[in-house]
Nanobody, 124 residues
Framework: QVQLVESGGGLVQAGGSLRLSCAASGLTLSTYTTGWFRQAPGKEREFVAGITYRGDGSYGPDIVKGRFAISRDNAKKMVYLQMNNLKPEDTAVYYC?????????????????WGWGTQVTVSS
């Protein structure tokens, strides 16, 4: 059974940093593309970043480019999202997701496996 468990969220002041972690089990991570999504109250779930099995990354909205970095450790079955210079508009629940295969995918419907999410709150 595939399980994804996020951690590392919390309350941080604007300009601060957080590192989200996603622990995967029940799968061979090297055969999956993994992604981070976020959902703010009243908004749709949004692709933030994705990374293929070999480490090719892709980022969603322009607002996160240059501030967020996705990485993974296939041996440890871990996926990370380093978030720097956080802004109040980054406040959301952040979800880790996994999709079997080697290509980059960015739509939520293409990811069959999801974690429960971790709350990130950025105060101004």
């Amino acid at each position: 059974q595939v399980q994804l468990v996020e951690s590392g969220g919390g309350l941080v002041q604007a300009g601060g940093s957080l590192r989200l972690s996603c622990a995967a089990s029940g799968l061979t991570l090297s055969t999956y593309t993994t992604g981070w999504f976020r959902q703010a109250p009243g908004k749709e779930r949004e692709f933030v970043a994705g990374i293929t099995y070999r480490g090719d990354g892709s980022y969603g909205p322009d607002i996160v480019k240059g501030r967020f970095a996705i990485s993974r450790d296939n041996a440890k079955k871990m996926v990370y999202l380093q978030m720097n210079n956080l802004k109040p508009e980054d406040t959301a629940v952040y979800y880790c997701a996994a999709a079997l295969g080697f290509r980059m995918v960015t739509a939520p419907l293409e990811y069959p496996y999801w974690g429960w999410g971790t709350q990130v709150t950025v105060s101004s």
